[in-house]
Structure formats: structure tokens, C-alpha cells
């Protein structure tokens, strides 16, 4: 049975962050909040979380499409090619937000990615899912958390999330009602922007 644990926003209590990051040290899977859907995630380095996500997916782990969430562009080159100051310009203007970037990945991703030719980076503007990944001291491997009820596609009440996954991971954050437009996103892998999804974030704002 999954930790559920109320989180605010606003000024997130450092003692239940670090409560959330050691379980994600050891392994376990979180769902939490950020700017648009709420989101299942793990550490990046541990593989067989990272496993048990792909499984829920029902992808394979090699071919999945998982965002980095990450606490602020500074480790961007840990996972990303070096980008052109026209990039790095773009991305300092859009983050934190509700974005998806997809970007050259780099040779020093961790091994179950190495195949990958590009990464989808997201920099959420809110301070639970930022302060996350800042404490665990590397990525969050995130994707995003379906309804199957066809009309709302994003569950947005934690309560309800809970009910539905609290056998499937390890801790819950309530960080209040989440949004049901999923992050904007877009291919920055060759240098320009390109949109694959229009999502919460607008497009022209950041170009």
C-alpha cells in the first residue's frame, strides 16, 4: 500500500520531500504533482524501477519515451549534447514550464538509455516536482498518468489517484488538484523548434 502524503505547493515541507526522495532512492515509484497532469516517476539510476515503469506502460524500457524531469537547466549537459546559444535561449525563456523538450541525447546517459538519439527534458513550474529532483541529486524518468475514462483522459484528484494506484507504487503526493492538459511538446533536436504536441504551454510565446 502506497505513503500518501499532502505536499503544498507553495512551500513545500523539506521533511516530507526528503521522506518522498529516500523511497525513490531505494527504488520506489512516486506519483506527484507538476504544472499540468500529475506524473509517475522514479530515479534515473535505478534500473529496476525504471523497469517497473515501462512494465506498467507496457512498453519496453529501451524504446521508451520518458521525460527527465530536472530541477533546473544546470545538469542539462549530464544527459544532453551541447545545444547552440539560440537553444539555450529558448529553453531559459520557457523554463520552468509547462514544456517538453526534446533534445540530442548525450553519450553519458545512463546505460538502459544509451540507444536513445534524443531526450525529452521538462523543468516543471512547480516548486514539489523541482525540489524532487534537486534533493535525489539527478533526474526524475517521469511519464505522465492516464484515465482510461476516455472523456477526462488525466486524473486530476489525488484522492482518486490514490484509490486507483496506491497497490502500484510506493508513495503518493497530494499536492492538490492537478491540471488535465498535458506539457506542450517540442523537437529542439536539430537546432530549431518544432511542435509535436500542442499541450499547456504556448508555442509562439517562446520562439
Do not use: H
Not at 150 to 179: H, S
Request: net charge neutral; charged share 25%; proline share 5%.
Amino acid at each position: 500500500m502506497a505513503v500518501f502524503i499532502k505536499i503544498y505547493e507553495e512551500n513545500p515541507n523539506k521533511k516530507e520531500i526528503q521522506k518522498v526522495v529516500e523511497i525513490l532512492k531505494n527504488g520506489g515509484l512516486v506519483i506527484y504533482p507538476t504544472d499540468t497532469v500529475y506524473g509517475l516517476g522514479c530515479d534515473i539510476t535505478n534500473v529496476k524501477a525504471l523497469e517497473r515503469i515501462a512494465q506498467i506502460k507496457g512498453v519496453k524500457l529501451e524504446k521508451a519515451n520518458f521525460s527527465f524531469v530536472c530541477a533546473d537547466l544546470s545538469n542539462l549537459s549530464d544527459y544532453v549534447k551541447q545545444i547552440d546559444t539560440s537553444v539555450f535561449k529558448i529553453l531559459k525563456k520557457a523554463l520552468p514550464g509547462p514544456y517538453t523538450f526534446i533534445l540530442p541525447g548525450s553519450t553519458n546517459l545512463p546505460k538502459m538509455f544509451k540507444k536513445k538519439k534524443t531526450v525529452g527534458i521538462r523543468i516543471p513550474a512547480n516548486n514539489i516536482a523541482r525540489m524532487l529532483a534537486e534533493r535525489l541529486g539527478n533526474p526524475i524518468v517521469s511519464t505522465s498518468i492516464y484515465d482510461e475514462d476516455e472523456l477526462i483522459e488525466y486524473t486530476t484528484d489525488p484522492e482518486l489517484i490514490f484509490e486507483k494506484w496506491q497497490n502500484r507504487v510506493e508513495v503518493i503526493i497530494d499536492g492538490g488538484y492537478g491540471d488535465n492538459v498535458a506539457s506542450t511538446v517540442i523537437d529542439i533536436s536539430q537546432g530549431f523548434p518544432v511542435l509535436v504536441r500542442q499541450g499547456k504551454g504556448s508555442f509562439e510565446e517562446i520562439l
